[in-house]
């Protein structure tokens, strides 16, 4: 069936460091994917997406490539900053005939001043 | 405008209550859906409304759970005689329809006690 797995966290950087949050999937043909970002006390929020190999997803300086031949969607970031600090999920949403959307277990980023 | 809004933000409930959650979508949005976090997990996928369609319940974890939507417009979730694995974040999320973007809520913090 269809998975997502993400590292796990949390994950604390210093600001300016360099980010990189790990998301691997299983799932027939060509998903979508995606990263969502959750704030402290808020709803879930499209950070980036891709829809096909090769894709770069970028926003607000995040960026993720949708690699088939490694079914990977990587999150980096080149330098931090301490309101990066939030809870990071990768999700994909299969083929075709399915609305289901399969989420990552969440990583925390901390980001220190 | 207005974004995904969900009530109560948090509720605290003793053991065999039942609970009833709110979801205001987005206007015009005819998808909408419920998903479940549970501490340190994924998003787990509840229910799926799209327009007059039948609903897609296959989430639902157990007969003590059921949701309703009118036409396009709130949705309730309803748990009955709750129990302390109920205890989570439902998120409600909605969306257009064939969209591939879901705009979710802050959820709402059930504690079953």
């Known amino acids: 069936g269809n998975s997502v797995t993400q590292m796990e966290g949390p994950v604390t950087l210093s600001e300016e460091a360099f980010l990189t949050i790990n998301c691997t999937y299983t799932a027939t043909g060509y998903p979508s994917l995606f990263w969502y970002v959750q704030y402290p006390g808020e709803g879930l929020q499209l950070l980036l997406k891709a829809t096909k190999a090769d894709d770069k997803g970028s926003n607000k300086g995040f960026e993720a490539t949708y690699r088939k031949e490694t079914t990977s969607f990587h999150l980096e970031k080149g330098s931090v900053q301490v309101s990066d600090s939030a809870v990071y999920f990768c999700?994909?949403?299969?083929?075709?005939?399915?609305?289901?959307?399969?989420f990552g277990t969440g990583t925390r980023l901390k980001v220190l001043a | 405008g207005a974004g995904v809004s969900q009530s109560p933000s948090n509720k605290v409930t003793e053991k065999g209550k039942d609970v009833e959650l709110r979801c205001d979508p987005i206007?015009?949005?005819?998808?909408l859906y419920w998903y479940r976090q549970r501490l340190g997990q994924g998003l787990e996928f509840l229910i799926y409304?799209?327009?007059?369609?039948?609903?897609?319940k296959s989430g639902l974890p157990s007969d003590r759970f059921s949701a309703e939507r009118t036409g396009e417009s709130v949705s309730t979730l309803t748990i009955q005689r709750t129990q302390q694995e109920d205890s989570a974040v439902y998120l409600c999320?909605?969306?257009?329809?064939?969209?591939?973007?879901?705009?979710f809520g802050p959820g709402t913090r059930l504690t079953v006690t």
């Open positions: 206007s015009g949005h005819t998808a």
């Open positions: 999700a994909l949403r299969p083929t075709s005939g399915t609305y289901k959307y399969i």
């Open positions: 999320a909605s969306s257009l329809e064939g969209a591939r973007e879901q705009y």
């Open positions: 409304f799209q327009g007059n369609s039948a609903p897609d």
